[in-house]
């Protein structure tokens, strides 16, 4: 069964810094390219960031390139989001997941993690 | 503003059926079969219901099937159950720097 894990959310000042890590298990974890959705309070789904299997390929939302960093181990199966700079309008929570390569679609988000709340105040 | 439009809101009654759309562009829903549906229910995360359009994932109700046409897509549900209540997001790849963008959401309820 497929599992991701979101820790490392909180409470932190406007531009602080944070780090988000994914704990994946039930598949291989380096033969899917694995990605960040974040919720804002009571809206809706925006993609963050996205990396290959590999982890030599890394993709950013506009709203957070230069600011955010994705990366992942794949000996740890373990997924990361390095906040730096973070806004107000960071506030969210914020989702791993995976792609469906090899059971849905590549091109599709099949697997959810719980999510973990980052929240930007002072 | 959300890069597709969601009506945001939908009703229905038991039994019946409803279709929620999804608007986007000639660059993302009207170019790429790769629109996906998520139902989330409040609390919880997202559940893909279908991809590629119109694919189910294993599980999923044969309740629930995708579509699209142009710029166009569209959920239907049909044989409305109370558990269906729920938030629904539809997405599509965009191939560009955004790669993938969401609607902005649309709550249904069951009368």
């Known amino acids: 069964e497929v599992q991701l894990v979101e820790s490392g959310g909180g409470l932190v000042q406007p531009g602080g810094s944070l780090r988000l890590s994914c704990a994946a298990s039930?598949?291989?974890?380096?033969?899917?390219?694995m990605r960040w959705v974040r919720q804002a309070p009571g809206k809706g789904l925006e993609w963050v960031s996205a990396?290959?299997?590999?982890?030599?390929?890394?993709y950013y939302a506009d709203s957070v390139k230069g600011r955010f960093t994705i990366s992942r181990d794949n000996s740890k199966n373990t997924l990361y989001l390095q906040m730096n700079s973070l806004r107000a309008e960071d506030t969210a929570v914020y989702y791993c997941?995976?792609?469906?390569?090899?059971?849905?679609?590549?091109?599709?988000?099949?697997?959810w993690g719980q999510g973990t709340l980052v929240t930007v105040s002072s | 503003q959300s890069a597709l439009t969601q009506p945001a809101s939908v009703s229905g009654s038991p039994g019946q059926s409803i279709t929620i759309s999804c608007t986007g562009t000639?660059?993302?829903?009207?170019?790429?079969?790769?629109v996906s549906w998520y139902q989330q229910h409040p609390g919880k995360a997202p559940k893909l219901m279908i991809y590629?359009?119109?694919n189910r994932p294993s599980g999923v109700s044969n309740r629930f099937s995708g579509s699209k046409s142009g710029n166009t897509a569209s959920l239907t549900i049909s044989g409305l159950q109370a558990e269906d209540e729920a938030d629904y997001y539809c997405?599509?790849?965009?191939?560009?720097?955004?790669?993938?963008?969401f609607g902005g959401g649309t709550k249904l309820t069951v009368l």
């Open positions: 997941t995976r792609d469906g390569c090899g059971s849905t679609s590549c091109y599709t988000f099949e697997y």
């Open positions: 590629d359009v119109s």
């Open positions: 039930g598949f291989t974890f380096s033969t899917n390219s």
């Open positions: 990396i290959s299997g590999s982890g030599g390929g890394t």
């Open positions: 997405s599509s790849y965009t191939g560009s720097s955004t790669y993938w963008v």
């Open positions: 000639s660059s993302d829903v009207g170019y790429y079969n790769y």
